[in-house]
């Protein structure tokens, strides 16, 4: 039987740390970490021995089914691969070594083992290819289970053992004020890197719903949603919209690239041995002298106190964006459940695109806008659907039902029955009149013309958004380097459409 589960979430806390008290912390993170690593080789090491048993490889063998899961358990069983062995493991691995049971508390052993026993499970399962070993910079989190012993919420104190850490409350803060009036099931401390320091914070994950704003209300509906590597189309009952990732987010190209020859350049002066030596080479009529390639099995060797300031400031810009990027993602999402909480969409692959548009990808985080928008319509009672590419083909079909392929550079969809699209819009309509992989065509071709005007003036916003950021010409493909452009008859015929209202749209 599953263990029954209530709703939770988290408010997060800034702590105040004196040099004395993170001298503590990082020596209880240090114990942590190294008891974390040891359970995980033990894990990884027990689950080898079960992928050998004969047991496993007879349940390999069997169909689905109860004589089936059985033989899996009686392997896993016969091996002592557990959540339950592995926390045993934990702590003994603690009490042999005294130091660490001194530093870290039997719940937050349980909760490590816990955390090293679901890694090196999504590996037996084929959900990931490998677990990592934490090195000191990676380890960043600790957690009790409860809040009754070990890592806990006191008043307005994180108190750990003999550690007592004040938080810094903004009472003003509706948010706040929410988390700290509820109740706490666990805590959880971490620190982050700002600025180049070190941050200490605390988690209460609470029991119950999260706060609630004002301006984020959701409205019961049905949206279609059609994903770019750089915008998201969306369809809701009266409204439409066309609007981009991230807009505005800073990329820090030119920074990060300066950053980056600075490093290479400290790194050459400090371990002139690791590198061949400069070569001349000849570039047309001239004669350039390039710099030699580094050696072979040499590892980076000595970082000068220039490297490590650099790949600071280097990680400093990183996170600026990549927090940019997850509040702008996060504003649209609300913006979409605005309009609707029964979501549909095509099944994409966002890994995919990041072989051929890496850069877009991760200025953009089309991935982190799907899960933020899929928890949180589910989390406001709705659904998220997704249906197959091959099976609908949405941006292959028209109104009609044929189907003509398209190549990624055209933009604009031209139906058979006269119609004309932007694409991804219509990509995003026909994905509401999707039903168990089936297109329901007599639904769409009933519903668009009421649909039409609201479709044609997202179109005509996006267009507008676009001139005014960056040039003279649309610019709204999957790839950020094409361009749409059109002849004036289609125009024209864009303006004519709808019920009487005419709308300008040039592309």
Excluded at 107 to 136: I, W
Excluded at 166 to 180: C, M, S, W, Y
Excluded at 424 to 441: P, W
Aim: with cysteine; net charge positive; charged share 25%.
């Amino acid at each position: 039987m599953a263990k029954s589960t209530t709703p939770s979430f988290i408010t997060t806390i800034p702590l105040v740390v004196t040099s004395k008290a993170q001298s503590e912390l990082l020596s209880r993170f240090q114990a942590g970490r190294q008891l974390y690593n040891a359970l995980l080789n033990e894990a990884m090491a027990r689950i080898r021995l079960v992928q050998k048993s004969s047991h496993y490889q007879l349940a390999k063998t069997l169909p689905k089914g109860k004589s089936r899961t059985e033989a899996f358990a009686t392997a896993r069983k016969q091996h002592r691969y557990s959540e339950y062995d592995i926390q045993a493991y934990a702590t003994a691995v603690a009490n042999a070594s005294k130091w660490i049971a001194q530093k870290v508390d039997s719940n937050t052993q349980q909760k490590l083992a816990t955390r090293a026993f679901q890694a090196s499970e999504r590996v037996m399962f084929g959900h990931a290819k490998k677990v990592r070993f934490k090195v000191p910079s990676r380890f960043r989190s600790l957690e009790g289970k409860t809040n009754k012993q070990g890592i806990r919420w006191n008043g307005e104190q994180l108190v750990w053992g003999k550690l007592k850490l004040n938080a810094l409350i903004d009472k003003d803060n509706p948010v706040i004020r929410h988390g700290l009036s509820s109740e706490v099931k666990y805590v959880r401390i971490l620190w982050k890197e700002i600025h180049g320091k070190r941050r200490w914070y605390a988690q209460l994950i609470n029991k119950g719903e999260p706060y609630q704003k004002a301006t984020n209300f959701v409205t019961p509906g049905t949206v279609g949603i059609d994903l770019n590597i750089s915008h998201v189309a969306y369809v809701a009952d009266s409204n439409a919209g066309l609007l981009p990732f991230a807009e505005k987010v800073p990329t820090y190209e030119r920074e990060i690239s300066a950053i980056e020859r600075k490093m290479q350049r400290s790194q050459r002066q400090a371990n002139p041995d690791n590198y061949e030596p400069d070569f001349l080479s000849s570039k047309g009529r001239r004669t350039v002298r390039k710099k030699g390639k580094p050696k072979k099995g040499c590892r980076q060797g000595n970082k000068s106190k220039r490297y490590i300031s650099l790949a600071r400031q280097k990680r400093e810009l990183e996170r600026r964006k990549a927090e940019y990027c997850q509040s702008q993602n996060r504003r649209l999402v609300n913006d979409i459940l605005r309009n609707g909480n029964q979501v549909k969409t095509e099944k994409v692959s966002v890994k995919g695109w990041q072989k051929n548009w890496g850069k877009a990808i991760a200025a953009k985080s089309p991935g982190f806008f799907q899960s933020e928008l899929k928890r949180k319509a589910e989390k406001a009672g709705g659904s998220f659907y997704q249906f197959s590419t091959s099976k609908t083909a949405l941006s292959q079909t028209h109104l009609t039902g044929e189907r003509i392929k398209k190549s990624l550079s055209e933009r604009v969809h031209y139906d058979k029955s006269g119609v004309v699209m932007h694409r991804d819009l219509m990509s995003a309509f026909l994905s509401r009149h999707v039903y168990d992989d089936e297109l329901s065509l007599p639904d769409a071709q009933s519903e668009y013309p009421g649909m039409e005007t609201a479709l044609l003036r997202a179109w005509q916003q996006y267009q507008q958004s676009a001139n005014r950021v960056s040039a003279p010409e649309s610019q709204c493909s999957h790839s950020p380097v094409e361009l749409i452009r059109s002849d004036s008859a289609h125009s024209s015929q864009i303006a004519s459409f709808g019920t009487g209202e005419k709308l300008d749209i040039r592309f």
